[in-house]
């Protein structure tokens, strides 16, 4: 095993498409596509076949027509992202099956990252049957264009990639195994270099509305304003306490929208996005209905409407216990420190799981950024999460009966 051919390929990928400090490899772009094809040529230097399939997924095949075990994350960005996220779990699985020998292989989902059309995950949940043309046909970047097209243009660019003629290659898949990089700091303050997913937090997003009345600035007496912004703001903190006080639940007010957003304008109406991610579901509904109540009244209180309307919800996913387990036992016998944890952020693997047996790894990070530029892994949790890999490859292929 090389390290220092993973830490190559990785700043590769990072200087593939620069953003101004950063990486900038959008879902279906061009940039992600030239990433891909980059992956696909090391697939083919480590002795397996490189393949897309229609939903813009890269495979690296072994040899023979078995069932196989996979490992791999993907390879876009955010807008100014780091160098690890995504990238450094596809060239962990690269060199994994480099040193084994065997029916192991690399997968490498496309549409990861969710900036581009609001809804990340786009190739895994494609593969597994949770999202369909029509509902791609409905997402529409910033410029309009839906996903289904530019998903059709990215794999017209990458045709040189052979075809996977497998209408459901997931069959084939005996089970998968992705790392990533962890995405804030707690694994390092447990003393791990790897931690492994017992579950991955449901998001629900919301749109919060304000409407009161808009004013002059200056002629509008303050025991007469209805302002919308003020309430909405109140609103903001409301979520920020009520998700500090929470167990299992984290909460985010992302976007403001102020109309008419002028210097000299009391504003009228106001618009919130909320993003609410939990691994309870009950302490989830909880926290909204506290936010309707108190949020509501709030508004009231200012003569200003409030309303709230779901957007989106989706269901915590628990990752299989028993190989949770399994793992445990693989990196207590390789000297691996590993501990358990949950993930607040999507991942491919969740989407697997669905279908195949799936595992949720993380390489701890050093100092708790994620999405940006300065994110980073210590050389030595690279090196423990890579010996983990290597070895829990070949136990799931045996656990499975394929080797």
């Not at 083919?44 to 040899?63: K, M, Q």
């Not at 009391?266 to 109540?293: C, K, Q, Y």
Request: aromatic letters at 4%.
């Amino acid at each position: 095993m090389d390290i220092q051919r993973v830490e190559s390929r990785i700043e590769e990928l990072f200087d593939l498409t620069p953003d101004p400090g950063g990486a900038k490899r959008l879902a279906y772009s061009p940039d992600e596509a030239q990433a891909m094809r980059l992956v696909a040529g090391w697939i083919e230097e480590a002795g397996l076949s490189a393949r897309l399939d229609g939903f813009g997924n890269l495979w690296g095949l072994p040899l023979g027509e078995g069932p196989f075990v996979t490992s791999g994350s993907h390879v876009d960005t955010v807008p100014n992202g780091g160098r690890h996220d995504g990238a450094l779990g596809t060239v962990l699985a690269l060199e994994a099956v480099e040193a084994l020998d065997g029916p192991f292989g690399v997968l490498v989902c496309a549409g990861e990252e969710a900036p581009r059309f609001g809804a990340g995950t786009l190739g895994s949940r494609q593969l597994v049957g949770k999202l369909t043309d029509e509902d791609l046909a409905k997402m529409r970047d910033a410029g309009g264009v839906s996903a289904l097209d530019v998903r059709a243009e990215f794999l017209e660019s990458l045709r040189d990639v052979p075809q996977l003629e497998d209408h459901d290659p997931i069959l084939r898949v005996a089970a998968h195994v992705e790392i990533h990089i962890e995405q804030r700091r707690e694994l390092k303050d447990r003393g791990a270099s790897v931690g492994i997913a017992t579950a991955v937090a449901g998001p629900a997003r919301y749109r919060l509305s304000f409407s009161g009345a808009t004013g002059h600035s200056g002629e509008t007496r303050m025991q007469e304003r209805r302002d919308a912004l003020c309430a909405g703001a109140e609103a903001i903190l409301l979520v920020e306490r009520l998700a500090r006080d929470a167990a299992s639940t984290v909460a985010t007010v992302g976007t403001v929208n102020v109309e008419p957003n002028s210097l000299t304008a009391i504003p009228g109406r106001v618009e919130l996005g909320l993003d609410v991610r939990s691994t309870d579901l009950e302490e989830r509904d909880a926290l909204m209905t506290d936010i309707a109540r108190s949020g509501g009244k709030k508004a009231h209180e200012r003569g200003v409407e409030f309303r709230s309307r779901k957007l989106s919800v989706s269901q915590p996913t628990l990752m299989d216990g028993g190989l949770v387990e399994f793992s445990e036992r693989v990196a207590l016998r390789e000297h691996v420190p590993i501990t358990r944890c949950v993930s607040y952020a999507g991942h491919d693997a969740q989407h697997l799981a669905s279908r195949v047996p799936a595992i949720l790894m993380f390489a701890a990070s050093a100092n708790g950024v994620s999405h940006a530029p300065e994110e980073d892994v210590e050389r030595r949790d690279i090196e423990k999460s890579l010996k983990l890999l290597v070895a829990l490859m070949p136990e799931l292929a045996y656990r499975r009966g394929e080797a």
